[in-house]
């Protein structure tokens, strides 16, 4: 292998392969698939980036194709969300298709298989035909429609098309081998009737085609080179080209379906089913609540294309199943939005210091940078006053050495201001710590450049001026689910593991300049992690989602 080849994954080295073979690059060509029956998940984004990436690195033409053969489960809805997760990802498709374009075309051929012996129209019962489906060992039974003449099979399918037959009364199934080691290739069933509205066609069909036919002859229609598809689809492959070999020569174009594992991520799941019945349940607000693993949760809860694709990228292709943990998304979260995040202050868990000789009507705006890894970001400014609010575990009558944030005696820097020294506490009839008192040193500006400003303190804190700080709520988020694989034991529903703390609401006092922050704007509040604006959040009412915590901090929060 070569020195390059080793940095390529094995959906890659396929793709080289096929080239070295004969195929021309510009028969390159790939899809993504959703069904439009839920909201897009992680395990999507793994997929979209997977065929978009092979799209940019070939400079191949990449479709966005809905599988839409289920009108039962099927909505526009679903399909809005798909295409602006799509898009919001970063990603551009060359066309929108369809499954349901192909509905006539399908059809036609499904009639031409009739007419070659290759189709029946079998009356039995689901039940019926289950049972006949025989066991890997043990081969099938056939049907005892299986040879109908094709005339009565042409006369029964276009009643079912017409929708004369009830739903369940007929199907149509391909005749391959009732003996065939791959029970897939036991005489598969290529349509169903379904009575039922179709999002794009409406009533036009009464009859559906199920995935494994619609979908290679779907690649097949639009030349998709390469197929890209989860691993339980590995016994499908061998239906997949019998369909194929079906409608087209040999000297067509063909396309090829390979395998990849599906990706999981920890302590959620992620499974349209389920995340389904997360929001059925109201267990959490909707398909974009801020804990759901689905793209559209994700965005409002302020993780970052960027994050989601660097953190596809990174876990790569494979060919077995794993679980990942969210930490590792969270990290790639972190990585992103440190770069871009404008921090601010703002304080969760208040306090009231008083500072004691600093004057009562005074207030100073002072700069504060908005971003330390951005030169581009500026500075803004911050008022201070003679109160302030400090986050109550920021402070301590007494602790120990170890100990770098405010205690009685002590000093600490307040970020962007002046030091302060605690000199004694106030408290209410039940003990409860309500002011801690300080004085400043006048000196000590930060940024001055004088020597008092310079001098060293150990821990500095984030404040807000009590009379100028904005009121918001704060959506404080934790896993959705208590363990790492919630859908794991079959035993049990995985709606058992659900974290009943997932959400905290708290209200935050922030520093006046977020008083304008915008829906999905992302913030640092320093010291305590990424935050940002809500979809719902409004001028007069702030919203902010917790996106992550912080990993490290300029003040360490423990001891
Ligand atoms: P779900 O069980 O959530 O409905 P699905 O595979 O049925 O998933 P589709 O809409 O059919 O959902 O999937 C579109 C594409 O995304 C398919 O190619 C599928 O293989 C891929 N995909 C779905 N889930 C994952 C996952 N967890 N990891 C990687 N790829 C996935
Ligand atoms: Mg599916």
Known sequence: MSEEKKGLNFIEQIIEEDLKNGYKKDELKFRFPPEP??????????????????????????????????????????????????????????????????????????????????????????????EQKGTPTEPGV?????????????????????????????????????????????????????????????????????????????????????????????????????????????QDFQPKQREFARRNLSHTVVSKRKLAQLVEKKIVEG??????????????RGYTPMAIRNFATSIGVGKRENVIDLS??????????????????????????VITNYEEEKEEWLEAENNPEDETAGNREVPFSREIYIEQDDFREEANRKFFRLK?????????????????????????????????????????????????????????????AIKAQVNLYDRLFTVESPDADKEKDFLEFINPNSLAIVTGYLEPSLASAEALQHFQFQRLGYFCVDKNSMEKNLVFNRTVTLRDSWAKKSN
């Not at 921090?343 to 306090?351: F, G, N, Q, S, T």
Request: proline share 4%; hydrophobic share 35%.
């Open 287 to 300: 398909w974009d609540d801020p804990r759901m693993s689905t793209i559209s949760g994700m965005r409002r």
């Open 408 to 468: 009685l005696g002590g000093e600490v820097r307040l970020k962007n201001a002046y030091i302060i020294k605690a000199e004694e506490v106030v408290k209410d009839d039940n003990g409860n710590i309500i002011e801690v008192h300080c004085t400043y040193d006048p000196k000590s500006k930060s940024g001055s450049g004088t020597e008092e400003s310079m001098r060293k303190v150990k821990g500095t804190l984030h404040w807000v001026s009590a009379k100028h």
């Open 328 to 353: 590792h998304l969270e990290h790639f979260v972190r990585e992103d939005l440190n770069k871009t995040a404008p921090r601010v202050m703002a304080v969760l868990d208040p306090l009231k210091v």
């Open 37 to 130: 029956n839920g909201y897009l998940h992680i395990g999507h984004a793994s997929s979209i980036n997977l065929n978009f990436g092979l799209g940019l690195k070939y400079n191949a033409p990449v479709n966005l194709r809905f599988d839409d053969t289920n009108p039962a489960k099927e909505e526009q809805e679903y399909v809005d969300a798909i295409k602006k997760d799509v898009e919001w990802l970063g990603f551009k498709w060359a066309e929108e298709r369809y499954a349901s374009d192909y509905f006539q075309q399908l059809y036609d051929w499904a009639v031409a298989m009739i007419k070659n012996g290759d189709a029946y129209v079998d009356s039995q019962t689901s039940e019926a035909i289950a």
């Open 142 to 250: 056939a049907s005892p429609y299986r040879d109908r003449s094709v005339e009565e099979n042409l006369q029964l399918f276009e009643a079912m098309k017409n929708g004369e037959t009830a739903e369940g009364e007929h199907v149509l199934r391909a005749k391959i081998d009732m003996a065939s080691p791959n029970m897939l290739m036991r005489d598969p069933i290529m349509y169903r009737t379904l009575h039922k509205a179709h999002h794009r066609t409406n009533n036009d069909w009464k009859i559906y085609p199920m995935y494994d036919w619609a979908h290679g002859e779907s690649d097949f229609i639009e030349s998709i080179s390469h197929s890209f598809c989860t691993l339980e689809f590995l016994p499908h492959r061998e239906l997949y080209n019998w369909f194929i070999s079906k409608v087209s020569t040999p």
